[in-house]
């Protein structure tokens, strides 16, 4: 199979995780008889120091000429000051926009090698847990109108808006359930709908939509402050979470942790077509950037993700989870999951160590 795959690469620790996922896709290409070539592309800050803007447009129409899109992560201090629409995460947010990623998929569980690494009390994780949060990704407040004006009385004062529409609920519904049908058949619907008028269409749209199509799916709602605290209460109850772009963003980060390790957090954005957008869920950690520490596995995940599903290859997929399951079964670790008595190593030699099993 001959696949072209854009690489935004990014800022801080985005080159490192991307280098070490291409090894590991390079070593899939060669065992199973694939020719995969690789594009690297400007996206995020790297982009405004060479093109000034965050987004260029010779990116979009790479990305969208590709098969699929992989992607370290973007921003740091350096652009911290920039006004909001030249920052790196503009780019990333325009670039979901631009492929119409309106769905993305985050599957948070609990790696047995790596139980010790949960903060949270064994009783409580022992038992496993995979929560597959569904995020709607290219609506809502980080879509919406925003502004600044002076106000006579309080001073300069900001706004962003929530909005949503019955069909972008619907979509992202659609995606959530048909997930939901191959598992437990129960979703967890996010929302704030005891004051947000947005949540109230929501949660009204998912349930109808749900009954609707798929009659055998179970939808429960959850307020989004009680989701907070139930997941680290009790994180074995979650299987799909279904939430909305900023409560997602949130969730996700925090059903990371639980895991032990938002190092090991995959993600993939799909739209409507089979070209998606592959990405860690963690951020570019400028602090460690460089200095081959970082975890590449949660990159190296996401480009299991591509394989199953942007190219339909779930062998090949199986291939690189399973080395990586080997890998820390034989006691490997980056910094950020080391406990007592594992061997220390790092992001390219981890990379090395998971492309040698496959
Ligand atoms: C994420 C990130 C991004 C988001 C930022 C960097 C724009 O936090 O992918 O979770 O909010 O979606
Ligand atoms: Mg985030």
């Known amino acids: 199979m001959n696949k072209h795959i854009a690489v935004l690469a990014g800022d801080g620790i985005g080159p490192e995780i991307t280098d070490g996922a291409i090894a590991v896709l390079k070593k899939v290409a060669e065992k199973y008889g694939h020719d995969f070539t690789f594009e690297p592309l400007l996206m995020g800050g790297c982009a ?16 969208l000429a590709s098969d699929s899109v992989l992607l370290g992560a973007v921003g740091g201090p350096k652009w911290d000051s920039l006004p909001g629409d030249r920052r790196p995460e503009k ?25 010790d690494a949960s903060p949270l ?17 290219t609506g809502g407040i980080y879509f919406g109108e925003r502004g600044r004006y002076e106000d006579e009385s309080m001073g300069e004062t900001a706004w962003d808006t929530e909005k949503y529409s019955v069909r972008e609920i619907e979509r992202i519904t659609e995606i959530a359930c048909k997930l939901a049908q191959k598992r437990t058949k129960k979703i967890i619907s996010v929302d704030k709908a005891n004051v947000l008028e947005s949540s109230r269409l929501w949660r009204k749209t998912v349930h109808a939509y749900a009954e609707k199509h798929y009659p055998d799916v179970t939808v429960e709602d959850m307020l989004v402050d009680n ?32 895991t032990g390790s938002i190092g090991m957090l995959a993600s993939s954005s799909l739209g409507d077509g089979t070209r998606g957008l592959y990405e860690p869920i963690h951020g570019s950690a400028p602090d460690i950037a460089g200095k081959d520490v970082a975890n ?16 339909g290859l779930p062998d090949e997929a199986r291939a690189v989870e399973r ?26 030699e981890m990379a090395t160590l998971i492309a040698e099993r496959i």
Request: a neutral charge; glycine letters at 6%; one cysteine or more.
């Open 91 to 115: 780019g990333l947010l325009g670039i979901r926009k631009a492929m119409n990623l309106y769905s993305n998929i985050r599957p948070a569980k609990l790696w047995p090698a790596l139980a």
């Open 227 to 258: 989701t907070a605290m139930q997941i680290v209460k009790n994180p074995a109850q979650f299987d799909v979470l279904l939430t909305s772009n900023m409560f997602g963003d949130i969730l996700s980060d925090e059903a990371a942790q639980v």
């Open 48 to 63: 405004i120091d060479a093109c000034g803007e965050p987004l260029p447009a010779h990116t979009v129409e790479r990305c």
């Open 323 to 348: 080395a990586i399951a080997q890998v820390l079964d034989e006691g490997y670790r980056t910094a950020d999951i080391l406990s007592e008595g594992m061997k220390k190593v790092g992001c390219k």
């Open 296 to 311: 590449p596995i949660a990159t190296v995940l996401s480009a299991a993700m591509m394989l199953r599903d942007s190219f």
């Open 121 to 137: 009390k064994k009783s409580l994780v022992e038992n496993g847990i995979e929560i597959l949060v569904v995020r709607e990704l």
